[in-house]
């Protein structure tokens, strides 16, 4: 099992639509998860940071955290075309809390 | 703009050879992390810095060395290339080495070993 999933797509949605994005990880001790974007050819750029269960919202973006189903989740309102890129999912394991683990990334394109 | 910042953008190397990539953290860091991003993957972890020494790795071999500075630059030496070190190599800073603190990454080093 790896340790952080997600789907790789791509995820196709309409302009102005709901995307949801979907993670799930293995560590049950993991405090603190991470959501980055990614354009082709690009660095990844974070997007939302999530420490406790719930919802925390940031303008178009909900990030959702539930910790005793190892899920986290990113919604994105209103999505645009300037939305497609690759979302990935990166938690911070509690055994070594120094790194990273990410996902292989869901690509989410937006049709106009 | 994160103000992270990596030299060189591209590099072509062979394999056998050795390759050193450098990284200048986001003022005020003083931890510097290194990633690896194959095509169509999620970066992998290879180490952390904090303050000059390895607070960290994962699971590459001896041949992934790094330094850090005393202004929390850092840079990533690759030594003897193989072919699946072709990759995006990645920076990030960040404030401390704790488990909260974000990180932010650089615009990367994509490196092709033929």
């Known amino acids: 099992q790896k340790e952080v999933e997600q789907n790789s797509g791509p995820l196709s949605v309409p302009e102005g639509a709901i995307a949801s994005l979907n993670c799930t990880y293995s560590d049950r001790g993991s405090q603190s998860f991470f959501w980055y974007r990614q354009y082709s050819g690009k660095s990844p750029e974070l997007i939302m940071s999530?420490?406790?269960?719930g919802d925390k919202e940031d303008g178009r973006f909900t990030a959702q955290l539930n910790k005793a189903s190892q899920y986290v989740s990113l919604l994105i309102r209103d999505s645009q075309p300037s939305d497609s890129a690759t979302y990935l999912c990166?938690?911070?394991?509690?055994?070594?809390?120094?790194?990273?683990?990410f996902g292989s990334g869901t690509r989410l394109l937006v049709r106009p | 703009e994160t103000g992270v910042t990596q030299s060189p953008t591209h590099l072509i190397k062979t394999r056998g050879q050795q390759v050193t990539l450098r990284c200048s953290s986001q003022s005020g860091h003083n931890t510097v992390s290194w990633y690896q991003q194959a095509l169509g993957q999620g970066p992998q972890f290879i180490f952390q810095?904090?303050?000059?020494?390895?607070?960290g790795r994962g699971n590459f071999p001896p041949r992934f060395s790094g330094l850090q500075f005393p202004n929390y630059s850092s840079e990533l030496n690759v030594n003897a290339l193989e072919l699946d070190d072709s990759a995006l190599y990645l920076c990030?800073?960040?404030?401390?080495?704790?488990?909260?603190?974000?990180?932010?990454f650089g615009p990367g080093t994509r490196l092709l070993v033929l």
């Open positions: 990166a938690v911070n394991p509690m055994d070594s809390s120094y790194k990273l683990i």
């Open positions: 990030a800073s960040s404030l401390g080495k704790g488990q909260a603190e974000t990180q932010y």
């Open positions: 810095y904090y303050r000059e020494e390895e607070n």
């Open positions: 999530i420490y406790s269960n």
